[in-house]
């Protein structure tokens, strides 16, 4: 079965600091990651994903994941945590024939 | 292009109510899932369909959620009945390869 796990519920950086949010995932075959980002009373809002290829992907604000093959890890970052970066973070895994699994989810606390 | 829409955006009903909701997916997108959200918990699947067949409702409890999505194009959620352990956000998504695009979500809660 694959899964997700995420191992912190909250992460609190300042603004204008790097930030890390930590991912791991267990799934047979090839894995497909993906970072979501939910606001309150939002629905989740694509963020990045991994299928191939280069193991460090950018996507939306500023934000990039490297995917690691050993370490079974897909960690999101930015280089400057802004204060609207504060939200729950979700990492997902699936491969190519089944469903998406979603970690519990990071909330992330950026102050000024 | 507009985005997933659902509807309605909260809903409170009592226990063993009836309560259905409706997903509108993005223009083209062959795929629709809907999730159940917990507090504080990551999104689950509950089914998924492909066009207007289902592809997985193995986590869907069938002895009182059902779902239909006729013409492959919208989609409706039902629980008949509801239990206090239904309280939750539904979300419906959707998607044309494989990155599922989220709508708001649907807030019930069940007193």
């Known amino acids: 079965a694959q899964s997700v796990a995420q191992p912190e519920d909250q992460v609190n950086v300042a603004e204008g600091n790097p930030l890390t949010v930590k991912c791991t995932y267990s799934?047979?075959?090839?894995?497909?990651l993906f970072w979501y980002v939910q606001y309150p009373n939002r629905g989740l809002q694509f963020l990045l994903k991994?299928?191939?290829?280069?193991?460090l992907v950018k996507g939306s604000y500023g934000f990039e994941a490297e995917f690691n093959k050993s370490q079974t890890s897909f960690h999101l970052k930015k280089p400057s945590a802004l204060v609207s970066d504060s939200a729950l973070y979700f990492c997902?895994?699936?491969?190519?024939?089944?469903?998406?699994?979603f970690g519990g989810g990071t909330r992330l606390m950026v102050k000024p | 292009e507009a985005g997933v829409a659902q509807s309605p955006r909260y809903k409170i009903i009592e226990k063993r109510q009836s309560v259905a909701f409706w997903c509108n997916p993005i223009?083209?997108?062959?795929?629709l899932y809907w999730y159940q959200q917990i507090l504080g918990q990551g999104p689950k699947l509950l089914i998924q369909?492909?066009?207007?067949?289902?592809?997985?409702d193995s986590q869907l409890p069938k002895d009182r959620f059902s779902a239909e999505r006729l013409k492959g194009v919208d989609s409706t959620l039902k629980i008949q009945p509801a239990k206090l352990e239904d309280s939750a956000v539904y979300l419906c998504?959707?998607?044309?390869?494989?990155?599922?695009?989220f709508g708001p979500g649907t807030r019930l809660l069940v007193l």
């Open positions: 223009s083209g997108h062959a795929t």
């Open positions: 997902a895994v699936k491969n190519a024939g089944n469903m998406l699994t």
């Open positions: 991994y299928i191939t290829g280069d193991n």
């Open positions: 369909f492909q066009n207007n067949g289902v592809v997985d």
């Open positions: 998504a959707s998607s044309r390869t494989e990155t599922q695009y």
């Open positions: 799934v047979s075959g090839n894995p497909y």
